[in-house]
């Protein structure tokens, strides 16, 4: 089964620094690969969708990145705020029937 | 437009109990997906329905089930509750064409 992984160490960076999260995944790469932010005791919020044909996405001070060879990839927050610490998940899914959702990383931006 | 709505917030049972959470979707979403989210953990997928159809389902027992109805609204039902069900379960609508998952709030479901 596919397994999804992220690092589950609290990232710790100073206010205005570019904060960079890790998902790397098992198994054949997906289709399309999903970015949510999620507070606590609220529901995952959609930030960015990558497909396996594509190498870079952006929007605004996000970017994504999709690695298939590497099987993995990298979320890029940059000049970082504190309204920015939240837990950060990673979702993979074959064919939008089906969703597999990784553990979050913390990321806890500091003033 | 109001977001994904899901019913109730809270709700503590009892062991071997049934339970009923409800979801409505986003307006002109006709797709939902259900999750149990434990804490510490991601989001696990129960199911999907589109249309009214089960499109997907993840790895849980058949204690789970869920349906869809004609305006798209969704129900989840679990029987003979463990104490291992309590968790957030999250319901989530699909803008169609883009993929994009919009969360509810949950339902935070307590078995004692």
């Known amino acids: 089964s596919q397994k999804i992984e992220q690092n589950s160490e609290a990232l710790n960076i100073q206010e205005g620094k570019t904060a960079t999260l890790t998902c790397n995944y098992t198994?054949?790469?997906?289709?399309?690969l999903q970015w949510y932010r999620q507070d606590p005791g609220r529901g995952p919020v959609f930030l960015l969708l990558i497909r396996e044909n594509e190498k870079e996405k952006r929007k605004e001070r996000l970017k994504v990145t999709f690695d298939t060879t590497l099987k993995q990839s990298l979320f890029h927050i940059t000049a970082s705020q504190p309204a920015d610490s939240a837990t950060y998940l990673c979702a993979l899914s074959y064919n939008f029937n089906k969703f597999y959702f990784g553990s979050g990383t913390k990321l806890n931006v500091k003033p | 437009d109001a977001g994904v709505t899901q019913s109730p917030t809270h709700l503590i049972k009892t062991r071997g109990q049934h339970v009923t959470l409800r979801c409505s979707p986003i307006s002109g979403h006709k797709s939902v997906s259900w999750y149990q989210q434990v804490l510490g953990q991601g989001p696990q997928f129960i199911f999907q329905y589109y249309e009214k159809e089960e499109r997907g389902r993840g790895n849980f027992p058949d204690r789970f089930s869920a349906r869809q109805f004609p305006n798209y609204s969704s129900e989840l039902n679990v029987n003979a509750l463990l104490l291992g069900d309590s968790a957030l379960y999250l319901c989530?609508?699909?803008?169609?064409?883009?993929?994009?998952?919009?969360f509810g709030p949950g339902t935070r479901l307590t078995v004692t």
């Open positions: 198994n054949y790469s997906p289709a399309y």
């Open positions: 989530a609508s699909i803008r169609g064409g883009s993929y994009e998952q919009y």
